[in-house]
RNA sequence: GCCCCUGUAGCUCAGAGGAUAGAGCACCGGUUUCCUAAACCGGGUGUCCCGUGUUCGAAUCACGGCAGGGGCGCCA
């Protein structure tokens, strides 16, 4: 059990108690938190229950936390103490630390596991449009969005990953119109790059690409192709173009489980059943030529358009009504989770107003939203676009510094938190990526414990465990607060955190290496070096697992 | 004009009702016959953007400002 979930429980029942001895009734029960203070003097674990419940008892909270504690009574806490205003601060017994420690070494690969009711939960992440090659700007989304996939898939959450690919648009007509002009340029022929064209040197690669694997290209006549020709091409386009893009995931070590292409709701009709729904329910009329929407009147700030008037084309938003239809109603997800960039936000409400029309609960699904990315070079802030082909690729950065170190600098800002990166100061300052030290912590468990396989150090058949320095017990505290961060990262999907415990946790087992050797020339101390090898597995275990979540390597050696 | 996010140490950022506000980097000094020195130990005088309020208690909540960013398309 979580450690906030047993002294919640502990406190519960005193408090219960207490209600019962005094004949209270009518008792709302406060809400009230459970947690490590920051001070350590104070304990491992502290709650202001007392405090909360001032008003209602009318009393003192000193008082009342000392009626409470008199009412706790468990062997795995060891000390129960008062502290003013009103805190109640737990310190936890020695020989349960301990038996987390073992619990985690029997756990292995699934310590931090949890199994909670198996919930099915789609997370939707990347989606950038298939337009040209993900650049700096893209990094975020699919860094934060796989790795809450991970964490919930740790927690017994069934993860479906989703790329929801935008081939339906007429982005993508540019795009085509791009690649015919790059092609024609390949080819030695007059092109022109117009404005809203795609004018990124990514384009260029895509073409020598496309060229490469269909050489009918090579000398084709643009002038004379067909409209038929023109849809081949596109689809060829955005095929490479998605090659591309999975190429520059699987160096992060993201992969999605499913590729929704939002063309197939138009293809089945999905869409079209799915806008009847909604004229039946009388939210759609038709104005100028084009189909609109009534968010106004739902609550939206005005209302949309989900046909054009020019084209009779679905506007993204209709295509995305019907995309989070079949994401509730057919495929019967419980939890929604999208990332996406914050310049998505007005989308949200009008979404969430839908889906409440056509029957799907909006709590059910999850924005998160995170903030821009922004390059800073000489003091000065560059705007990122896609168009001008002012950006710098994923594949670049990551060439340059390492997947992990990428992974660890995009993970450590939370979501909501705007990022300015100067990509001098990014890139010089990789080498010192707290990640090589947390590697390096990693590491130099590896080497003990594989100096234990060479002695043929039997450790782990006869577990002796007893923590007595300050290193090991603080490093075990960590260790047992480990399934406690996963729970709470897989409901608040501050991924953040992950890192900040990673580091914290590499810096308690840095300490604990440094100041208790785990073999000794003494070989009377044969049981301390039993014992420094369970603490030394168990934090493997724990780092290893983390880093993973994270997406990250953990290597054996440096 | 309306909506959203942000403002905390020199820099990059955690903390989001609770006790003495933290980390990384940078900077200064020390540590190696011993499991990896990519390490360890020591060194922090902060207007928590400003103001007013709510509260036993505010960096955290409310209101009003200031500053930066994003959104308010028949783009996606």
Redesign the pocket.
Known sequence: MLITKFLHNCLNEALQKLIDEQNITNFNPPE??V?K???K???DY???LP??L??TFNEN?INIANKIKDNIDENDIEEVSV???????FKLSKSWLEKEILKCIGQKDDFGNQNEKNKKVQVEFV???PTGKLHLGHIRGAVIGSTISNVLESQNVSVTREYYV???????D?FCESIIERIKELQGKKFIITEEMYGGIDIIDISKKIISKYPDYQNYNFSEITEDEIENLKKISIEICINEIMTDLKSLNISHDNWFY?SSLIDSKYLDETIDILSKLNLVYI????T?IKTEELGD?????L?????K?????A?DIAYHRDKFKERFFDNVINVW???????I?RMKLILEKLEINPDNLDVI?N??V?L?SNNK?V?FSKRSGNSIFLSEIVEEIGADACRF?FL???????????LD?FKS?S????V??I???H??L???L??ANEKHFDFESKKILSLKTNEEINLAKKIAEYPELLHRVSKNY?V??LT?FA??L??LI????????????DSNNKEI?KS?LII?KASKITLANLLSLMGMSS????
């Not at 502290?83 to 601060?89: L, M, Q, S, W």
């Not at 935008?166 to 993508?172: E, K, R, S, V, W």
């Not at 046909?307 to 084209?311: E, G, H, L, P, V």
């Open positions: 009230y938190v947690e203070p920051k001070n003097n104070h304990g502290a709650t202001n405090m909360q001032a008003k909270p502290a003013n205003p009103g805190f109640i601060n989606s950038v449009n935008n081939d339906a648009g007429n982005q993508i540019f939002e104005k100028d030529g084009a609109w700030d005005r209302d949309n358009v046909f054009k008037s020019t084209n084309k679905p506007t993204y938003f295509t960039g914050s310049d998505h936000h007005g989308h409400k939203l903030q821009i922004s800073k802030t705007k600098s450590s800002r939370s979501s909501e938190s705007q990022m300015e990166i100067d100061l300052k080498s010192e990526n707290p090589f030290y590697q390096y912590a590491a130099r590896c080497s003990i594989k100096k501050g953040h955190e900040f580091l914290e590499s810096q840095q300490k604990f290496y440094e100041n208790n050797r785990v073999f000794d020339n070096t420094r030394t290597p054996e050696e440096m």
